[in-house]
Protein backbone atom coordinates (compact mmCIF):
# COMPACT_ATOMS: atom_id res chain seq x y z
CA UNK A 1 0.00 0.00 0.00
CA UNK A 2 1.14 3.26 -0.89
CA UNK A 3 1.86 5.78 2.05
CA UNK A 4 -0.89 8.39 0.40
CA UNK A 5 -3.09 5.64 0.25
CA UNK A 6 -2.15 5.02 3.91
CA UNK A 7 -2.97 8.31 4.90
CA UNK A 8 -5.66 8.48 3.24
CA UNK A 9 -7.14 5.30 5.12
CA UNK A 10 -6.36 6.34 8.60
CA UNK A 11 -6.38 9.98 8.44
CA UNK A 12 -10.07 9.94 9.84
CA UNK A 13 -8.82 8.49 13.31
CA UNK A 14 -5.75 10.87 13.29
CA UNK A 15 -7.27 14.05 12.61
CA UNK A 16 -9.85 14.11 15.20
CA UNK A 17 -9.30 16.95 17.58
CA UNK A 18 -11.28 20.21 17.19
CA UNK A 19 -8.80 22.87 16.29
CA UNK A 20 -9.62 25.32 18.53
CA UNK A 21 -9.99 23.51 21.63
CA UNK A 22 -7.09 21.09 20.96
CA UNK A 23 -4.89 24.79 20.62
CA UNK A 24 -6.43 26.05 24.15
CA UNK A 25 -5.50 22.82 25.72
CA UNK A 26 -1.89 22.53 24.45
CA UNK A 27 -1.47 26.16 25.52
CA UNK A 28 -2.89 25.36 29.23
CA UNK A 29 -0.62 22.44 28.97
CA UNK A 30 2.06 24.66 28.31
CA UNK A 31 1.66 26.91 31.42
CA UNK A 32 1.08 23.88 33.39
CA UNK A 33 4.32 22.36 32.79
CA UNK A 34 6.53 25.78 33.46
CA UNK A 35 4.35 26.34 36.75
CA UNK A 36 4.74 22.32 37.69
CA UNK A 37 8.75 22.54 37.01
CA UNK A 38 9.29 25.55 39.27
CA UNK A 39 6.25 23.80 42.23
CA UNK A 40 8.03 20.70 42.12
CA UNK A 41 11.40 21.79 42.36
CA UNK A 42 11.91 20.00 45.79
CA UNK A 43 10.41 16.85 44.86
CA UNK A 44 12.47 14.60 43.20
CA UNK A 45 10.32 12.84 40.08
CA UNK A 46 6.98 15.50 40.36
CA UNK A 47 8.04 17.16 37.28
CA UNK A 48 8.44 14.62 35.10
CA UNK A 49 4.89 12.71 36.71
CA UNK A 50 3.48 15.71 35.58
CA UNK A 51 4.53 15.46 32.10
CA UNK A 52 3.67 11.40 31.85
CA UNK A 53 -0.12 12.41 33.48
CA UNK A 54 -0.31 14.95 30.74
CA UNK A 55 0.86 12.61 27.98
CA UNK A 56 -1.42 9.88 29.25
CA UNK A 57 -4.51 12.56 29.25
CA UNK A 58 -4.00 13.74 25.63
CA UNK A 59 -3.94 9.86 23.92
CA UNK A 60 -6.93 9.45 26.67
CA UNK A 61 -8.31 12.36 24.78
CA UNK A 62 -7.43 11.01 21.50
CA UNK A 63 -9.51 7.30 21.92
CA UNK A 64 -12.20 9.29 23.39
CA UNK A 65 -12.46 11.38 20.33
CA UNK A 66 -12.36 8.40 17.95
CA UNK A 67 -15.55 7.12 19.95
CA UNK A 68 -18.81 7.37 18.15
CA UNK A 69 -21.93 9.11 20.02
CA UNK A 70 -23.79 6.19 19.07
CA UNK A 71 -21.50 4.10 21.09
CA UNK A 72 -21.69 6.62 24.09
CA UNK A 73 -25.16 6.36 23.96
CA UNK A 74 -24.99 2.82 24.98
CA UNK A 75 -22.78 2.89 27.50
CA UNK A 76 -24.04 5.01 29.52
CA UNK A 77 -26.68 3.09 31.53
CA UNK A 78 -23.89 0.06 31.90
CA UNK A 79 -21.33 2.81 32.87
CA UNK A 80 -23.74 4.61 35.56
CA UNK A 81 -24.43 1.48 37.28
CA UNK A 82 -21.04 -0.24 37.51
CA UNK A 83 -20.27 2.77 38.78
CA UNK A 84 -22.83 2.42 41.38
CA UNK A 85 -21.99 -1.45 42.31
CA UNK A 86 -18.37 0.03 42.76
CA UNK A 87 -19.31 2.76 45.14
CA UNK A 88 -21.48 0.49 47.32
CA UNK A 89 -18.55 -1.99 47.51
CA UNK A 90 -16.00 0.67 48.50
CA UNK A 91 -19.06 1.02 51.30
CA UNK A 92 -18.50 -2.16 52.21
CA UNK A 93 -15.66 -3.42 51.52
CA UNK A 94 -13.53 -0.14 50.53
CA UNK A 95 -9.80 0.62 51.98
CA UNK A 96 -10.00 3.37 54.71
CA UNK A 97 -7.31 5.96 54.52
CA UNK A 98 -6.92 9.10 56.53
CA UNK A 99 -10.14 8.52 58.18
CA UNK A 100 -11.74 8.29 54.34
CA UNK A 101 -12.64 5.05 53.03
CA UNK A 102 -13.01 5.89 49.38
CA UNK A 103 -10.49 3.19 47.51
CA UNK A 104 -11.03 -0.36 46.57
CA UNK A 105 -8.36 -3.22 46.66
CA UNK A 106 -9.07 -4.97 43.42
CA UNK A 107 -6.31 -7.17 43.94
CA UNK A 108 -3.34 -5.68 41.20
CA UNK A 109 -3.91 -1.77 42.05
CA UNK A 110 -6.52 0.39 44.06
CA UNK A 111 -8.89 1.89 42.05
CA UNK A 112 -11.68 5.09 42.94
CA UNK A 113 -15.14 4.26 42.12
CA UNK A 114 -15.96 7.95 43.10
CA UNK A 115 -14.00 9.17 39.48
CA UNK A 116 -16.16 6.82 37.05
CA UNK A 117 -19.46 9.00 38.24
CA UNK A 118 -17.84 12.54 37.06
CA UNK A 119 -18.06 11.11 33.45
CA UNK A 120 -20.53 8.38 33.74
CA UNK A 121 -23.22 11.07 35.60
CA UNK A 122 -23.60 13.66 33.10
CA UNK A 123 -23.79 10.63 30.37
CA UNK A 124 -26.47 8.80 32.43
CA UNK A 125 -28.65 11.87 32.46
CA UNK A 126 -28.02 12.68 29.07
CA UNK A 127 -29.35 9.74 27.76
CA UNK A 128 -31.87 9.78 29.51
CA UNK A 129 -33.35 12.95 28.54
CA UNK A 130 -32.58 12.01 25.07
CA UNK A 131 -35.18 8.91 25.92
CA UNK A 132 -37.44 11.65 26.81
CA UNK A 133 -36.87 14.08 24.64
CA UNK A 134 -40.28 15.67 23.41
CA UNK A 135 -42.35 14.41 26.69
CA UNK A 136 -40.59 15.37 29.62
CA UNK A 137 -43.00 16.19 33.03
CA UNK A 138 -42.24 16.76 36.11
CA UNK A 139 -41.53 13.28 37.33
CA UNK A 140 -38.46 12.67 34.74
CA UNK A 141 -37.07 15.67 36.43
CA UNK A 142 -37.75 14.11 39.78
CA UNK A 143 -36.45 11.14 38.83
CA UNK A 144 -33.28 12.28 37.10
CA UNK A 145 -32.86 14.16 41.10
CA UNK A 146 -32.59 10.98 42.44
CA UNK A 147 -30.30 8.93 40.24
CA UNK A 148 -28.27 12.19 41.17
CA UNK A 149 -29.06 11.98 44.73
CA UNK A 150 -27.85 8.72 45.82
CA UNK A 151 -24.06 8.53 44.32
CA UNK A 152 -23.45 12.22 45.61
CA UNK A 153 -24.73 10.83 48.70
CA UNK A 154 -22.70 8.03 48.85
CA UNK A 155 -19.86 9.77 47.62
CA UNK A 156 -19.94 12.36 50.38
CA UNK A 157 -20.39 9.69 53.01
CA UNK A 158 -17.05 8.42 52.04
CA UNK A 159 -16.09 11.47 52.67
CA UNK A 160 -15.45 13.74 50.21
CA UNK A 161 -17.01 16.08 49.71
CA UNK A 162 -14.85 17.65 46.55
CA UNK A 163 -15.58 15.07 44.21
CA UNK A 164 -19.16 14.83 45.54
CA UNK A 165 -19.68 18.64 44.63
CA UNK A 166 -17.94 17.64 41.50
CA UNK A 167 -20.32 14.62 40.72
CA UNK A 168 -23.15 16.49 41.52
CA UNK A 169 -22.46 19.50 39.45
CA UNK A 170 -22.06 17.60 36.67
CA UNK A 171 -25.56 15.66 37.18
CA UNK A 172 -27.62 19.15 37.44
CA UNK A 173 -25.78 21.22 35.17
CA UNK A 174 -27.71 18.24 32.31
CA UNK A 175 -30.85 18.74 34.55
CA UNK A 176 -30.93 22.60 34.26
CA UNK A 177 -29.70 22.14 30.37
CA UNK A 178 -32.85 19.76 29.99
CA UNK A 179 -35.14 22.54 31.20
CA UNK A 180 -35.68 22.68 34.45
CA UNK A 181 -37.69 25.89 35.04
CA UNK A 182 -37.04 28.83 37.02
CA UNK A 183 -39.52 28.61 39.63
CA UNK A 184 -38.28 25.59 40.17
CA UNK A 185 -34.78 26.25 40.99
CA UNK A 186 -35.73 29.25 42.94
CA UNK A 187 -37.82 27.15 45.29
CA UNK A 188 -35.08 25.05 45.37
CA UNK A 189 -32.73 27.54 46.45
CA UNK A 190 -34.75 28.56 49.41
CA UNK A 191 -35.63 25.31 50.64
CA UNK A 192 -31.48 24.72 50.64
CA UNK A 193 -31.51 28.23 52.53
CA UNK A 194 -34.40 26.95 54.87
CA UNK A 195 -32.19 23.83 55.41
CA UNK A 196 -28.73 24.89 56.25
CA UNK A 197 -29.52 24.75 60.16
CA UNK A 198 -30.03 21.40 59.88
CA UNK A 199 -27.29 20.64 57.16
CA UNK A 200 -24.71 22.19 59.97
CA UNK A 201 -25.84 19.87 62.61
CA UNK A 202 -25.07 16.75 60.56
CA UNK A 203 -21.68 17.70 58.88
CA UNK A 204 -18.99 16.36 60.47
CA UNK A 205 -16.52 18.55 63.18
CA UNK A 206 -13.80 18.88 60.17
CA UNK A 207 -16.38 20.06 57.70
CA UNK A 208 -17.44 22.57 60.41
CA UNK A 209 -13.88 23.61 61.10
CA UNK A 210 -13.67 24.33 57.34
CA UNK A 211 -16.51 26.60 57.34
CA UNK A 212 -15.32 28.81 60.33
CA UNK A 213 -11.87 28.59 58.76
CA UNK A 214 -12.94 30.24 55.61
CA UNK A 215 -15.00 32.74 57.71
CA UNK A 216 -11.72 33.64 59.86
CA UNK A 217 -8.04 31.89 58.54
CA UNK A 218 -6.63 34.19 62.02
CA UNK A 219 -9.17 31.42 64.22
CA UNK A 220 -6.51 28.61 63.95
CA UNK A 221 -3.45 30.69 61.96
CA UNK A 222 -0.99 27.59 62.45
CA UNK A 223 -3.32 24.79 62.12
CA UNK A 224 -6.82 24.77 59.91
CA UNK A 225 -6.19 27.94 58.68
CA UNK A 226 -2.54 27.91 57.21
CA UNK A 227 -3.11 26.95 53.92
CA UNK A 228 -5.80 29.98 53.06
CA UNK A 229 -3.20 31.98 55.18
CA UNK A 230 -0.35 31.15 53.10
CA UNK A 231 -2.14 30.87 49.66
CA UNK A 232 -3.49 34.51 50.02
CA UNK A 233 -0.24 35.66 51.02
CA UNK A 234 1.45 34.09 48.13
CA UNK A 235 -1.08 35.38 45.43
CA UNK A 236 -0.80 39.23 46.78
CA UNK A 237 3.15 39.11 47.07
CA UNK A 238 2.69 38.22 43.40
CA UNK A 239 1.94 42.01 42.59
CA UNK A 240 1.24 43.25 39.38
CA UNK A 241 3.67 41.35 37.17
CA UNK A 242 5.07 38.69 39.42
CA UNK A 243 8.38 37.71 41.28
CA UNK A 244 9.73 36.32 38.37
CA UNK A 245 9.68 32.34 37.24
CA UNK A 246 11.29 29.77 40.01
CA UNK A 247 11.64 33.11 41.79
CA UNK A 248 8.56 32.97 44.33
CA UNK A 249 9.46 33.24 47.94
CA UNK A 250 6.38 31.49 49.22
CA UNK A 251 6.98 28.86 47.01
CA UNK A 252 10.95 28.05 47.66
CA UNK A 253 10.75 28.52 51.39
CA UNK A 254 8.02 26.13 51.36
CA UNK A 255 5.28 28.20 52.55
CA UNK A 256 2.51 27.18 50.45
CA UNK A 257 1.06 23.62 51.14
CA UNK A 258 0.38 21.20 48.71
CA UNK A 259 1.87 23.27 46.34
CA UNK A 260 1.88 20.85 43.21
CA UNK A 261 -1.56 19.38 43.67
CA UNK A 262 -4.77 21.68 45.06
CA UNK A 263 -2.54 24.90 45.60
CA UNK A 264 -0.66 25.32 42.43
CA UNK A 265 -2.42 28.54 41.33
CA UNK A 266 -1.11 30.39 44.15
CA UNK A 267 2.45 29.07 43.29
CA UNK A 268 1.47 30.75 39.54
CA UNK A 269 0.10 33.77 40.78
CA UNK A 270 3.00 34.66 43.11
CA UNK A 271 5.32 34.41 39.94
CA UNK A 272 3.09 35.61 36.99
CA UNK A 273 1.52 38.51 39.03
CA UNK A 274 -1.87 39.65 38.17
CA UNK A 275 -1.37 39.84 34.50
CA UNK A 276 -0.39 36.24 34.53
CA UNK A 277 -3.48 35.26 36.56
CA UNK A 278 -5.86 36.91 34.01
CA UNK A 279 -3.49 35.70 31.21
CA UNK A 280 -4.69 32.19 32.54
CA UNK A 281 -8.33 33.00 33.20
CA UNK A 282 -8.55 34.19 29.77
CA UNK A 283 -6.88 30.76 28.60
CA UNK A 284 -9.68 29.16 30.65
CA UNK A 285 -12.55 31.76 29.04
CA UNK A 286 -11.21 30.21 25.69
CA UNK A 287 -11.89 26.81 26.64
CA UNK A 288 -15.41 27.32 27.92
CA UNK A 289 -15.89 29.19 24.93
CA UNK A 290 -14.98 26.94 22.53
CA UNK A 291 -16.74 24.21 24.48
CA UNK A 292 -19.98 26.06 24.24
CA UNK A 293 -19.58 26.60 20.91
CA UNK A 294 -19.50 22.73 20.56
CA UNK A 295 -22.17 21.94 22.58
CA UNK A 296 -24.72 24.60 21.11
CA UNK A 297 -23.76 23.12 17.75
CA UNK A 298 -24.26 19.34 19.02
CA UNK A 299 -26.33 17.23 16.29
CA UNK A 300 -28.57 15.63 19.13
CA UNK A 301 -30.11 16.37 22.50
CA UNK A 302 -27.70 13.95 23.82
CA UNK A 303 -24.51 15.44 22.47
CA UNK A 304 -25.47 19.00 23.40
CA UNK A 305 -26.41 18.41 26.94
CA UNK A 306 -23.28 15.97 27.10
CA UNK A 307 -20.82 18.84 25.50
CA UNK A 308 -22.53 21.41 28.31
CA UNK A 309 -22.07 19.65 31.30
CA UNK A 310 -18.75 18.49 30.32
CA UNK A 311 -17.89 22.29 29.42
CA UNK A 312 -19.21 23.15 32.84
CA UNK A 313 -17.60 20.24 35.07
CA UNK A 314 -14.26 21.96 33.44
CA UNK A 315 -15.61 25.88 35.16
CA UNK A 316 -16.80 24.20 38.41
CA UNK A 317 -12.36 22.63 38.69
CA UNK A 318 -11.44 25.91 37.80
CA UNK A 319 -13.88 28.15 40.06
CA UNK A 320 -13.92 25.71 43.16
CA UNK A 321 -9.79 25.54 43.18
CA UNK A 322 -9.37 29.19 42.37
CA UNK A 323 -11.86 29.97 45.11
CA UNK A 324 -10.32 27.54 47.76
CA UNK A 325 -6.93 29.14 46.83
CA UNK A 326 -7.97 32.68 47.32
CA UNK A 327 -10.50 32.32 50.30
CA UNK A 328 -13.81 32.87 49.03
CA UNK A 329 -14.41 29.21 49.16
CA UNK A 330 -13.55 26.54 51.60
CA UNK A 331 -10.59 24.26 51.31
CA UNK A 332 -11.94 20.98 49.89
CA UNK A 333 -9.46 19.35 47.67
CA UNK A 334 -10.52 20.17 43.95
CA UNK A 335 -7.52 20.51 41.14
CA UNK A 336 -7.11 22.83 39.08
CA UNK A 337 -7.38 21.56 35.62
CA UNK A 338 -4.07 20.39 33.50
CA UNK A 339 -2.62 22.43 35.75
CA UNK A 340 -2.36 20.24 39.46
CA UNK A 341 -0.62 17.34 39.77
CA UNK A 342 -2.56 14.34 39.92
CA UNK A 343 -2.97 10.70 37.78
CA UNK A 344 -6.72 10.46 38.27
CA UNK A 345 -8.12 13.85 37.81
CA UNK A 346 -5.99 14.42 34.55
CA UNK A 347 -7.39 10.89 32.69
CA UNK A 348 -10.78 12.14 33.50
CA UNK A 349 -10.35 15.77 32.64
CA UNK A 350 -8.76 13.93 29.46
CA UNK A 351 -11.58 12.01 29.19
CA UNK A 352 -14.01 15.05 29.10
CA UNK A 353 -12.23 16.61 26.35
CA UNK A 354 -11.50 14.02 24.37
CA UNK A 355 -16.18 14.13 24.45
CA UNK A 356 -16.19 17.12 23.55
CA UNK A 357 -13.93 16.56 20.54
CA UNK A 358 -16.46 13.56 19.86
CA UNK A 359 -18.89 15.78 19.72
CA UNK A 360 -17.33 18.03 17.30
CA UNK A 361 -16.25 15.40 15.11
CA UNK A 362 -19.99 14.20 14.95
CA UNK A 363 -21.25 17.48 14.11
CA UNK A 364 -18.69 17.52 10.94
CA UNK A 365 -19.78 14.14 10.04
CA UNK A 366 -23.34 14.59 9.93
CA UNK A 367 -22.35 17.83 7.77
CA UNK A 368 -21.06 15.28 5.21
Not at 67 to 87: D, E, F, I, K
Not at 160 to 186: E, P, Q
Not at 292 to 321: E, K
Request: proline share 4%; glycine share 10%.
Amino acid sequence: MKPRDLWLKVRGYVLVFDPALFMVLLALSVVSLFTMYSAAADFDGRFQGHLRNLLIAFVVMWVASNVNMNWLQRSAVPLYVAGLLLLIAVALFGDVSKGARRWLNIGVTRIQPSEILKIAMPLMLAWYFQKREGALTGWDFLLAAIVLAVPTLLIARQPDLGTSILVFASGAYIIYFAGLRWKVILGLGVAALAALPLLWSVMKEYQKQRVMTLLDPTLDPLGKGFHIIQSTIAVGSGGLFGKGWMEGTQTHLEFIPERTTDFIFAVYAEEFGLLGALALLLIYCALFLRGFVIAVNGPTLFARLLAGALTMMFFTYAFVNMGMVTGILPVVGVPLPLMSYGGTAMVTLGLGAGILMSVSRSRKLMQR
